[in-house]
């Protein structure tokens, strides 16, 4: 077993049976598109990319829905209403001419705050946000979080023209969507279609929240764009995509109700407080890897521990595994994040540790710590 010790193990990304991407620019995933590590974040506690912080809280008022009921406005007026609110945002990197990656966002406040996704600005050092009317700004990293593909970024502005904001908890099934961004390069990009599903959860082994499905044609590029309802309100924040030769249509967003409180507290700390992490980062184990490197065919995998947490004090280390929490067997990798969800920072959480090298389990109690 001692020549499989420093092993690198890739975490696994635990997807639905087609490909589920990401959507930055029009770049291969892993270039500008990358999704970003499943449980990064989610459990090893790491810290999120902040450049501002201390900011103050924005008020933004989700809008009701007008007493008119009818079937809304026009496409060409909702284009017109949200398309000055729409921006273009180009990544680089060090002093790379070239952008890494490209997206959409979508101008949150008068003054400057501006929401993207997470995938869009990862590894990012420096951000050009271009408004409809080709006007060019730098723009400011402000936080971003991994697990719920949230970003915001801000720009040295006032008088911007803010987007309007619906409730998507009154969204139903079969309302039409209009889609704004800038797919595969092309800004200003308008597509419709209409709200197909609802909560659905695509990756199981990431703590998300649930999206939004929509038939409207969302493509590389329309990655933190606006999902609008037929009132021209901003009801999600287009993020990923099944792509298959087999299915067409089917795109997805992030609920703008469940996006706000995420957005808020990276504006005011730069990043999600009071998540509770355990400190590790996992491998989901199973028939293939598990058996064939002397390992359980269940559990997850501890790949690496964070320096200072608590688990690392009490001397459990790489290699072992997670098979049991707070009563629950932990088969996958999603069993330890459901039963994560239920703790804060600072409290304990029981587990069982298998260890290879001895073929012997024993127990730990976890103080956790709060995710950064």
Same mark, same amino acid.
């Given at each position: ?14 997807? =639905? ?5 990401? $959507?930055? #620019? ?6 500008? +598109? ?32 007008? !007493? ?18 729409? *921006?273009?945002?180009? =990544? ?17 406040? !008068? ?17 050009? *946000?271009?408004?409809?009317? &080709? ?15 949230? @970003? ?10 803010? @987007? ?6 009154? $969204?139903?099934? +079969? ?16 597509? %419709? ?17 649930? $999206?939004?499905?929509?038939? #409207? ?6 990655? &933190? ?10 009801? &999600? ?10 299915? !067409? ?9 469940? @996006? ?16 509770? /992490? $355990? ?20 559990? =997850? ?5 964070? =320096? ?14 997670? /098979?049991? @929490? ?12 459901? %039963? ?5 920072? +600072? ?9 290879? %090298? ?8 976890? *103080?956790?710590?709060? #995710?950064?």
């Amino acid at each position: 077993m001692e020549k499989n010790k420093n092993k690198k193990w890739p975490l696994v990304l635990v997807m =639905v049976a087609i490909i589920c991407i990401s $959507l930055g #620019a029009g770049v291969s995933i892993g270039k500008g +598109g990358k999704v970003p590590d499943p449980l990064k974040g989610i459990l090893d506690g790491n810290k999120q990319v902040s450049n501002v912080t201390g900011n103050k809280r924005p008020d933004v008022e989700l809008k009701p829905i007008p !007493e008119n009921k009818d079937d809304g406005y026009s496409t060409t007026r909702i284009f017109e209403k949200v398309n000055p609110s729409v *921006v273009s945002i180009n =990544v680089y990197t060090g002093t790379s001419v070239s952008p890494a990656s490209s997206g959409t966002g979508i101008v949150m406040t !008068e003054d400057g705050y501006i929401i993207t996704n997470a995938h869009v600005v990862d590894g990012g050092t420096s951000v050009n *946000v271009v408004f409809n009317d &080709g006007a060019q700004m730098r723009g400011t990293i402000v936080g971003a979080d991994s697990e719920t593909d949230i @970003a915001v970024v801000k720009v040295s502005a006032n008088g911007l023209i803010a @987007a309007e904001f619906g409730n998507s908890d009154d $969204l139903k099934i +079969g309302e039409r969507a209009i889609a704004i961004g800038n797919a595969g390069g092309l800004a200003s990009t308008c597509t %419709e279609g209409i709200i197909s599903g609802l909560k659905r959860d695509l990756n199981s082994s990431v703590r998300s929240l649930r $999206l939004i499905q929509t038939s #409207a044609a969302i493509n590389p590029g329309n990655s &933190g764009g606006p999902l609008v309802n037929r009132f021209g309100q901003v009801i &999600g924040i287009t993020s990923a995509k099944i792509a298959s030769v087999d299915y !067409e249509g089917i795109g997805f967003a992030i609920p703008i109700t469940d @996006a706000l409180p995420i957005i808020q507290s990276l504006i005011e700390n730069g990043y999600v407080t009071g998540r509770a /992490v $355990l400190g590790v980062q996992v491998i989901e184990l199973n028939d293939t890897n598990g058996p064939i490197n002397g390992l359980p065919n269940h559990g =997850v995998y501890i790949a690496s521990i964070t =320096v200072g947490s608590d688990l690392a004090n009490k001397g459990v280390r790489e290699r072992d595994v997670i /098979v049991e @929490a707070n009563g629950v067997a932990i088969n996958k990798s999603n069993d330890l994040l459901k %039963e994560l969800q239920k703790f804060k920072p +600072g409290d304990k959480m029981n587990l069982v540790i298998y260890r290879p %090298e001895t073929d012997k389990t024993y127990n730990v109690e976890a *103080v956790l710590m709060e #995710a950064k």
